[in-house]
């Protein structure tokens, strides 16, 4: 059976601009997920969190490697039929738009209405309305029907802790546009880099 | 069976999707509250089930009748009517005038010249009695300028009830009113609830939490949690809320 999420050798570099051409940034990734599950996804501003997610959802192209979604290469699936396989959920702001080079009709039918993998980016959590219990309830909800879910989240509470180690069964940590996986939250607070990112949000060891 | 139901709608704006999957379900005599951040798709989902959009795809059942795709007067003229989040009068005009062009038999002949309207007595009685229902009764010679905020709020919802509905949706009816405005729509809408199915969009949680049945929380344009009030203030975190600390 084909994985839930494939990210293969998953290269996205930038240029600066000007000549000769000059590499600003790249992002690498490399991972695997089976079977549905909840992944919380931290990292400063500007390590490639949110490439990450346009990487993965279809928007924005990669300069190597392919995405697979439940089977099927996302880059090859009908622009606007992309969400049915992976959606991004971001804050409206954050959309950006992407030079499209193939006509959409000679690409794939997704196949499906309902997509199998969800991206939040930032959901902004806000104590004071109790939301975020119910948006805890529906990543629950979506994980339990077959999905897999992205919680992208930056914290700067310590309740944003509490509610990746509440949601979260594993995690990514995307430092310079490498991404480095945690089987658990015990194992992402202990490491050396995450803890200087948390600053003194970092759980005491 | 619920009177109106909605199975997964989905509405898209270009590359950006408003509704993802929508399931919504009001039984009759119930009132349901919807609620949700700027921006989750609130009233994407009411322009969808009143026919001021058409889903790109799903299905809106109302009364056994599969209304999806028809033009907003239609599903008016089968029971269904709404108010908007702005409000639409005819500022100079008297606020029985306003729900005298409302009513739809006076509509179905609109042709015939304002003019008839006045001497049309039986339309100006139904019109009073409708503004009496929302506790307009004495204002009607007023012009629809001259009302107080809240006034205006209300013969936005007796032009709704003009058409005779048996489901009424509210897009943010408390919005822009303090708190004297908001506990008069709230008796006013208890009294409605009384005879109507009923919808209502509130960002106000109170006030829902006091009037709904059961409630619908929309964000990323889908349901992503349901239930009585009771049910909803049950969740730890809204327990941790500030909604928690109201008693009723």
Known sequence: ?????????????YYAPGWPRRVAFTLEADFEVDAPRTIGLLGPNGSGKTTLFELVTGSNVPTEGRVSVDGRDIHKVRYRERDRLAIHYHQSYQVRAFRRTVPSFLLER???????????????????DGYIGFMLDFFARLRREGNLVFLCVHPNEPWHLDILREACESFLFVRRGRVAPFDGYAS????????????ALAPPH | MALFEARGLHKRFGDRVVLEAIDLAFDAGTLTGIMGPNGAGKTTCFHCLTGYHRPDRGRIVFDGEDIGGLRPHEIVRRGVARSFQAINLFDADTVLD???????????????AWGDLARD??????????????????RERARAKDLAYGERRALEIALAL????RILFLDEPTSGLG?????????????????????VIEHDMRFL??????????????????????ELRDNPWVARSALAEDPC
Do not use: C
């Open chain 1, 1 to 13: 059976m084909a994985s839930l999420l494939k990210v293969d050798g998953l290269v996205k570099r």
């Open chain 1, 110 to 128: 997704a196949g499906r209405d309902r997509p199998r993998v969800h991206l939040f980016d930032e959901p902004q959590f806000a104590l004071q």
């Open chain 1, 188 to 199: 992402l607070v202990a490491d050396p880099d995450v803890r200087t990112y948390l600053g």
């Open chain 2, 98 to 112: 306003n729900v005298v062009v409302a009513l739809p038999e006076v509509r179905r002949r609109v042709a015939d």
């Open chain 2, 121 to 138: 007595s039986g339309a100006q009685d139904r019109a009073a009695e409708v503004l009496a229902r929302v506790g307009l009764a004495g």
């Open chain 2, 162 to 165: 003009a058409s005779g509905p």
């Open chain 2, 179 to 199: 708190a004297d405005g908001t506990a008069r729509l709230g008796e006013l809408v208890s009294e409605l609830k009384r005879t109507l199915t009923m919808v």
């Open chain 2, 209 to 230: 939490f006091g009037l709904a049945d059961t409630i619908a929380v929309i964000h990323w344009g889908q349901v992503i949690a349901g239930g009585t009030p009771r």
